[in-house]
């Protein structure tokens, strides 16, 4: 069984449409989060949740916004997409919070291209 | 600013020998770095977690050691083979959220 699983794995839409990935993970873990990964290759986080309650909340546009509606689960919708989106979004998870000692177990990734 | 800095260049490596990235760091103070690996069309997988009073850390053929006098962690893979070819990140805590390097791309070569 995939621990950390994401999905769609590929998403292609044109700008201004309204998307949503979705995330579960089966380890138990008490924190999600989404990270983007840009062309240049750069993991950086959007947003992390503890138990359902959001923790981090990283200078992001408010076209994306993180729902979850349980401590397995951790969406990511995006309005009105941009060029600019396009890029790798990863989900993962930690078994506590976002403390330097937690190692992190990712998704597959979903490649978001906008067109 | 903080920065967190990897060989942005590919190390191409023959089969058998030592392949060593550098993570260098500036505005940090991190109790812990971690190290990924990544590859392609995957998300990145824990390696090797080495804390600030730790010099060095190993597991199996990597070993990780960690200077927060020369703000630097070196990443060492010994004995190395095609099959370790892939994108090695490290990461520091900032505040409660790990920040990533950029990775660097490991190819070994029969």
């Known amino acids: 069984d995939t621990a950390v699983s994401q999905t769609p794995k590929y998403l292609v839409t044109q700008m201004g449409n309204d998307k949503s990935i979705k995330c579960e993970q089966n380890l138990g873990h008490d924190t999600m989060y989404w990270y983007k990964q840009d062309s240049k290759k750069f993991l950086k986080i959007m947003f992390s949740?503890?138990?359902?309650?959001?923790?981090i909340n990283e200078t992001v546009p408010n076209r994306f916004s993180p729902k979850s509606p349980d401590k397995a689960h951790l969406n990511l919708h995006i309005n009105s997409l941009e060029l600019g989106d396009s890029a790798v979004y990863f989900c993962?998870?930690?078994?506590?919070?976002?403390?330097?000692?937690?190692?992190?177990?990712f998704g597959s990734g979903t490649q978001l291209s906008v067109l | 600013s903080q920065k967190i800095e990897q060989n942005s260049e590919a190390l191409n490596i023959q089969e058998g020998k030592t392949a060593t990235l550098t993570c260098n760091y500036t505005?940090?103070?991190?109790?812990?770095l971690q190290w990924y690996r990544q590859d392609p069309g995957r998300g990145p997988v824990f390696l090797l977690l080495i804390r600030e009073n730790e010099k060095e850390k190993r597991k199996e053929r990597l070993k990780v050691t960690f200077d927060t006098t020369l703000k630097q962690s070196l990443f060492h893979i010994t004995a190395s083979q095609p099959a370790d070819s892939a994108t090695y990140l490290c990461a520091l805590d900032s505040w409660g959220k790990f920040q990533f390097g950029a990775g660097t791309q490991v190819v070994v070569t029969p």
């Open positions: 505005n940090y103070s991190p109790a812990y």
């Open positions: 993962a998870s930690s078994s506590a919070g976002a403390q330097a000692n937690e190692k992190l177990f």
């Open positions: 949740y503890n138990n359902k309650e959001l923790i």
